[in-house]
């Protein structure tokens, strides 16, 4: 019994393998929550620096009694609550950027253009009317809560480039080298 299980454990392994190296999809995915860690982290630890010492009730602020003081002082707070919204708030929009650039990238499309359009795709998604009829974002989808989202309209919005637009010229880096142009790849 364990050699049957043992077998189509290894099966599932190579398996995985096959798709990280070979799926462009896997791909374009690490490559965009690559990019998308130092957000997180920094949002992350900067809320873990707000509720642990700038929370009334929290553990270390009753130990050290900071609760008397951060009444008087609740101007620290202001910094670590922007810090925190600016990172993790706006994660769905910044993975639909990666993703488009990433795919047209892949793809060999111009990723510069799909990359903003990407983001401006997202942004429209994430629109709604008020009841007064004022136009606001939608706080949900801009969130952590929708990256799986905006991974998904970044890959379309990568694919439509893929499919419409035209392959990018790759320059030669030797005549770049004698005209002092230099390509990052």
Same mark, same amino acid.
């Given at each position: 019994?364990? /050699?049957? /299980? #043992? ?5 599932? !392994? #190579?398996?995985?393998?096959? /798709? *990280? ?5 896997? #791909?374009?995915?690490?490559?965009? %929550? ?15 620096? *707000? ?23 609740? =101007? ?16 769905? @929009? ?11 990238? =892949? $793809? ?12 401006? @795709? $997202? ?5 709604? $009317? ?8 939608? @706080? ?13 309209? !970044? $890959? %379309? /919005? !990568? ?9 990018? #010229? ?5 005549? @770049? *080298? %004698? ?7």
């Amino acid at each position: 019994m364990k /050699v049957i /299980v #043992q077998s189509k454990l290894l099966l599932f !392994g #190579q398996w995985i393998t096959r /798709v *990280q190296t070979n799926h462009p999809l896997y #791909q374009i995915i690490q490559r965009s %929550l690559t990019l998308l860690f130092p957000f997180v982290l920094i949002g992350s630890l900067s809320q873990l620096i *707000q509720l642990t010492l700038f929370n009334r009730h929290s553990f270390i602020a009753s130990i050290f009694h900071f609760s008397t003081w951060l009444t008087k002082h609740n =101007y620290m707070q202001v910094p670590f609550n922007s810090l925190t919204s600016l990172t993790l708030g706006i994660m769905a @929009a910044i993975a639909a950027f990666a993703t488009a650039r990433y795919t047209a990238k =892949y $793809y060999g499309r111009d990723e510069q253009l799909a990359s903003i359009t990407g983001l401006v @795709a $997202y942004l429209l998604l994430a629109l709604r $009317y008020t009841p007064n009829g004022e136009l606001t974002f939608n @706080a949900n989808l801009l969130g952590m809560g929708a990256l799986f989202f905006g991974l998904l309209v !970044g $890959y %379309l /919005v !990568g694919l439509v480039f893929r499919w419409l637009g035209k392959a990018q #010229q790759v320059a030669n880096p030797i005549t @770049a *080298q %004698l005209w002092g142009v230099h390509w990052i790849r």
